[in-house]
């Protein structure tokens, strides 16, 4: 040990100094072999494995909670939205029994959505659900979308009508062709 080593380095300096010589230092080396242990915190490869599968299939079974709920969610607002816009923007391009047919089905969707099957559904079923009411409501919007766009579309037309004419009469030489 290290006191042992100082002791006997002590004492040698302690008899050099009385046969009168200077006393001469001595270095006293002692080794000693230290084991070496090594430790890891790190899990076992295989079990970090194990659990990065389980992180993986709870992130899996997140997103698909959050993707069903995301449907359920854009079925009421499908359901809501078109019941409002019959009433009010719809109400030119539709007719009265296919507006029926649609309310009828908006009601029975509705309906099915806050009983306790539809509280239970998977996103699968709303995805279902969401398409047939589709399949009625969509022709309603395209009719919509049309006439809106429609004037649009129109005088872009006009204007494009309007240069092939400008080229066609024009004494240009780039546009003799015409």
Request: glycine share 2%.
């Amino acid at each position: 040990s290290f006191e042992a080593a100082y002791t006997e380095e002590l004492e040698e300096k302690e008899e050099m100094a009385v046969d009168g010589e200077e006393p001469k230092k001595k270095k006293v080396l002692k080794k000693n072999n230290i084991p070496f242990v090594w430790h890891s915190t790190s899990l076992d490869p295989a079990v970090l494995e194990q659990y990065k599968q389980q992180e993986a299939e709870m992130w899996a079974a997140d997103k698909l909670v959050a993707d069903t709920e995301d449907r359920k969610n854009a079925l009421e607002e499908y359901i809501y939205d078109m019941r409002s816009k019959l009433d009010d923007r719809y109400a030119a391009y539709v007719q009265s029994a296919e507006k029926e047919q649609l309310l009828a089905a908006l009601s029975k969707a509705e309906e099915w959505l806050y009983s306790e099957e539809g509280e239970d559904a998977t996103k699968s079923v709303y995805v279902a659900q969401l398409d047939a009411l589709k399949v009625l409501g969509d022709p309603i919007t395209f009719r919509f979308r049309e006439a809106e766009e429609r004037s649009k579309v129109v005088s872009q037309l006009r204007e494009t009508i309007n240069q092939y004419m400008s080229q066609a009469q024009s004494n240009d030489e780039k546009y003799s062709h015409i």
